[in-house]
């Protein structure tokens, strides 16, 4: 299991009217604890477009056993969300962060927690409010006593108090009812892994991921994600109302006297090696030019656009959501058992990838058009080469 990060140590000598910026051990042991015991084995030679080729059997077998183990554990407690738990085992592979959408209740903070257990990592939760601040996400620097041994006093000193995003697996939840300042406090970690505070940049423990939710029924008091940060999240999963055979068997399995936790199925050092397996599985160029076409589609001042797009779309997704398409989709075609990624996995992973990167103008907005109607056009209408 991961280690608990701690606070940087007291440093001596330090005048209070100067702030001192020391590395945090704690950070460090997390960070050298979660790296992979080797470099991913590749077998030689060169694969089309100039890329190394995949990954050996032994790497595949042993991330489509790791990955179905855990995709069933998660789906025995969190009851009616195959497709969510897919989508998010896409991004968790991907090493991506992951925006979750849904009404109360439906199950979402269970799923993030259910899904540390299962990896044995740190999990902190963050209930984001109006009154929240960065310093409550990030930490901040206070002064502290220490003892002196030259001296029969103690001394004060500066020393930084790590935040609750000093852990593997943060979820953000309701993060669109706290300020946009307070939002922005998440952005450097989601994209350098890293935490800045005064003239010091700490790092992030490894592997980390932000999962996020939001609520899209109450709309007061709540500060919409701005579009910088929406791109950051690599997915975008809608939570969908259970049908009516999953709530039987939410009552059978939520409402008795059994409590029932997740088993640990993989450790940290064991996803990141995953993750290196899924980067090294090939593409090929044909496949590539598809996602480029699907991703320039989205944009309606490009000339092969379709009509709806020109029409409704004011912008199009940047190239994270190209990046977003690659890497699921390499996960994706591991999770079927393939060796390279197909213009299927491409247009399974679409609409997570992409819905959250495609903004509105207001004839979109006022006929009731969603990106989800947009996407499906637009993978109608790109021709496969």
């Known amino acids: 299991?991961?280690?608990?990060?701690?606070?940087?140590?007291?440093?001596?000598?330090?005048?209070?009217?100067?702030?001192?910026?020391?590395?945090?051990?704690?950070?460090?042991?997390?960070?050298?604890?979660?790296?992979?015991?080797?470099?991913?084995?590749?077998?030689?030679?060169?694969?089309?477009?100039?890329?190394?080729?995949?990954?050996?059997?032994?790497?595949?077998?042993?991330?489509?056993?790791?990955?179905?183990?855990?995709?069933?554990?998660?789906?025995?407690?969190?009851?009616?969300?195959?497709?969510?738990?897919?989508?998010?085992?896409?991004?968790?592979?991907?090493?991506?962060?992951?925006?979750?959408?849904?009404?109360?209740?439906?199950?979402?903070?269970?799923?993030?927690?259910?899904?540390?257990?299962?990896?044995?990592?740190?999990?902190?939760?963050?209930?984001?409010?109006?009154?929240?601040?960065?310093?409550?996400?990030?930490?901040?620097?206070?002064?502290?006593?220490?003892?002196?041994?030259?001296?029969?006093?103690?001394?004060?000193?500066?020393?930084?108090?790590?935040?609750?995003?000093?852990?593997?697996?943060?979820?953000?939840?309701?993060?669109?009812?706290?300020t946009p300042k307070t939002q922005s406090a998440l952005l450097e970690g989601m994209q350098e892994h890293t935490v800045s505070v005064g003239d010091a940049t700490r790092p992030l423990p490894s592997p980390f991921f932000v999962m996020a939710t939001q609520n899209p029924l109450e709309m007061e008091g709540t500060y919409p994600l701005p579009e910088a940060q929406l791109d950051r999240f690599l997915l975008k999963v809608l939570v969908r109302f259970p049908l009516a055979r999953d709530l039987m068997r939410i009552i059978d399995t939520t409402v008795g006297t059994q409590t029932l936790r997740a088993?640990?199925?993989?450790?940290?050092?064991?996803?990141?090696?995953?993750?290196?397996?899924?980067?090294?599985?090939?593409?090929?160029?044909?496949?590539k030019e598809h996602a480029v076409r699907l991703l320039l589609a989205t944009h309606p001042d490009q000339e092969d656009a379709p009509e709806q797009v020109r029409k409704f779309v004011r912008y199009g997704a940047s190239p994270r959501g190209l990046q977003a398409l690659i890497m699921t989709g390499k996960v994706r075609a591991l999770l079927e058992g393939r060796y390279n990624v197909s213009t299927e996995d491409l247009q399974a992973v679409a609409f997570p990838a992409l819905r959250h990167r495609i903004i509105l103008n207001f004839d979109g907005l006022a006929d009731g058009i969603t990106p989800e109607d947009l996407i499906g056009t637009i993978i109608e209408e790109t021709e496969i080469s």
């Open 263 to 287: 088993g640990k199925v993989a450790s940290g050092e064991q996803l990141m090696q995953l993750m290196e397996t899924a980067r090294a599985v090939p593409v090929a160029t044909h496949v």
């Open 1 to 178: 299991m991961a280690k608990k990060s701690e606070g940087t140590s007291p440093l001596t000598g330090v005048n209070p009217t100067t702030e001192a910026q020391p590395e945090d051990p704690g950070v460090q042991i997390e960070n050298e604890a979660a790296t992979p015991s080797g470099p991913l084995s590749i077998k030689d030679g060169e694969g089309e477009g100039g890329e190394a080729e995949g990954p050996g059997e032994a790497d595949i077998q042993a991330f489509i056993d790791i990955a179905q183990r855990l995709e069933h554990e998660l789906c025995s407690i969190v009851v009616g969300q195959e497709q969510v738990i897919r989508e998010l085992l896409l991004a968790l592979l991907a090493g991506g962060h992951v925006l979750l959408e849904g009404v109360p209740g439906l199950g979402k903070t269970l799923l993030v927690r259910t899904l540390s257990d299962a990896l044995a990592l740190k999990f902190t939760r963050i209930q984001f409010t109006p009154d929240l601040m960065p310093a409550d996400i990030v930490g901040t620097t206070i002064v502290t006593e220490q003892s002196d041994s030259n001296s029969a006093g103690s001394r004060r000193v500066f020393t930084f108090q790590p935040g609750p995003i000093f852990a593997n697996i943060v979820l953000a939840d309701e993060v669109n009812r706290a």
